[in-house]
């Protein structure tokens, strides 16, 4: 069966500090691979989406960047963390080619102090 | 560009009232449609999900939606709420691979 594994589960991080979240799924070859942030009151966004090693496409610009160096391997990073930083992601799989549903880590809790 | 809007923010209910979540989403094209929810301290998963076909889909633990094109919406249903419903939900609107847009989520409380 497949497992989608995210970690760390929580996280504080200074202000000007990098960040490296991982995401890695078993059990499946080249999935779809999506990195959400969830707010409180404002569901969840798309952040970065892959369908397959190498290929991020970003749909909001923000100060995170993503890659997908193995075929189930998904880091979302930053250079320097802002306060706005804070939040929830969430890491997320699909089946390759089709519209079928994905498939949610535990997520990630990030505060940036 | 796509959206999905979700009316309610926030639903309070008694045990065995009928629920009704409103769901619409703006996009001219062909739509995948599912709702996921969110248990207190869970991680999300699938509630239910539309492609094609009768536009009358059941899900797990008695919920239903209807896909109405005409009026671009998915309303989630429940004819009868437990306490065990309390949870957050939300709808999702896919319209290639790889795209997706979530609403910005219902909570709803069941009391018991």
């Known amino acids: 069966s497949q497992t989608i594994h995210q970690w760390p589960a929580t996280l504080v991080q200074p202000v000007g500090s990098p960040l490296s979240l991982e995401c890695t799924v078993e059990g499946t070859s080249n999935p779809n691979l999506y990195w959400y942030r969830q707010a409180a009151g404002r569901g969840l966004q798309l952040l970065f989406y892959s369908v397959g090693i190498g290929q991020i496409s970003s749909e909001v610009p923000q100060n995170l960047s993503a890659s997908r160096p193995q075929d189930r391997q998904f880091i979302l990073s930053s250079k320097k963390l802002l306060l706005s930083d804070s939040g929830f992601y969430l890491c997320a799989w699909s089946v390759p080619g089709a519209n079928t549903e994905a498939f949610f880590g535990q997520g990630t809790r990030l505060t940036v102090v | 560009a796509q959206s999905v809007s979700q009316h309610n923010h926030h639903v309070i209910l008694s045990e065995a009232a009928s629920l009704e979540l409103g769901c619409n989403y703006s996009?001219?094209?062909?739509?995948?449609l599912f709702w996921y929810v969110q248990y207190p301290g869970q991680h999300l998963q699938l509630l239910l999900k539309y492609f094609s076909g009768d536009p009358l889909v059941k899900g797990i633990k008695g919920f239903e939606a209807e896909f109405i094109k005409s009026k671009f919406s998915f309303n989630l249903r429940k004819p009868s709420v437990q306490w065990s419903d309390t949870a957050e939900y939300f709808c999702a609107v896919y319209t290639n691979a790889g795209k997706s847009t979530f609403g910005d989520g219902t909570t709803l409380t069941v009391k018991p």
């Open positions: 996009y001219g094209g062909t739509v995948n």
